[in-house]
């Protein structure tokens, strides 16, 4: 049993590529997120997936975009990566009966 | 929307010290109230976390309390150690049910000094 999972552990970008963070979940949870964690600022939401199918903005959500693949999957895509992007990125799934939310190893993520 | 404050941003303590970080939040909907810890460069990892219908729940060495009337909780960490030494996030949440919009506040850095 993994828990949740991102790829790519590092990844260095230059402004305006594009890029996509996977995560995926083997807990069989409905609900999935996204966050950012920058310094000082805790984390941040930036979508989430209440269930299979539906997917809702965040705090901060401008800049990127998200696809619930199926149950497992959930992905963060930067279509024009800018240095504001620069962060590390979190995963998170979560069960409907138990709120407690459950992280990934994270993505960092320098923009050059 | 939902805003949470988390005070101090920093703490220094002796090893068997006690610790106490508080939070406050804006929206009185708000009825789950998690807490993370993160160690460096790990994820966060719950600990801790206390519904709105419980005045405080306590967990070996740490306990955490809420009063709804002042929209306040507080983390207390008992006879810390040296492992205590970590950041730990405050969050909030007034999701319907299924799924939560955390909100989480900017974070301590706890130093447990042996």
């Given at each position: 049993n993994a828990g949740v999972t991102q790829t790519p552990k590092f990844q260095v970008l230059?402004?305006?590529q594009s890029m996509t963070l996977q995560c995926a979940q083997d807990m069989n949870h409905n609900s999935m997120y996204w966050y950012r964690q920058d310094p000082g600022m805790g984390l941040r939401l930036i979508y989430y997936s209440a269930s299979e199918g539906t997917t809702d903005k965040g705090e901060v959500p401008n800049g990127y975009?998200?696809?619930?693949?199926?149950?497992?999957?959930?992905s963060l895509r930067l279509e024009s990566a800018a240095p504001?992007?620069?962060?590390?990125?979190?995963?998170a799934?979560?069960?409907?009966?138990?709120?407690?939310?459950?992280?990934?190893?994270?993505?960092?993520?320098?923009?050059? | 929307g939902e805003n949470v404050e988390q005070h101090p941003s920093t703490l220094s303590v002796q090893e068997g010290d006690s610790a106490v970080i508080k939070c406050t939040y804006s929206d009185s909907a708000s009825n789950y109230f998690p807490w993370y810890k993160q160690e460096l460069g790990k994820r966060p990892q719950l600990i801790i976390d206390i519904r709105s219908n419980v005045g405080e729940k306590k967990d070996q060495r740490i306990a955490v309390t809420l009063n709804k009337t002042a929209k306040h909780?507080?983390?207390?960490?008992?006879?810390?150690?040296?492992?205590?030494?970590a950041v730990y996030f405050c969050a909030a949440s007034n999701g319907p049910g299924g799924y939560n919009k955390l909100i989480f506040g900017a974070g301590t850095r706890l130093a447990v000094h042996p």
């Open positions: 230059k402004t305006g975009n998200v696809s619930r693949l199926n149950k497992r999957e959930f504001s992007q620069t962060s590390v990125y979190f995963c799934s979560s069960d409907p009966r138990v709120e407690t939310q459950y992280f990934g190893p994270g993505t960092r993520l320098l923009v050059l | 909780f507080s983390l207390h960490i008992t006879e810390t150690q040296p492992e205590d030494s």
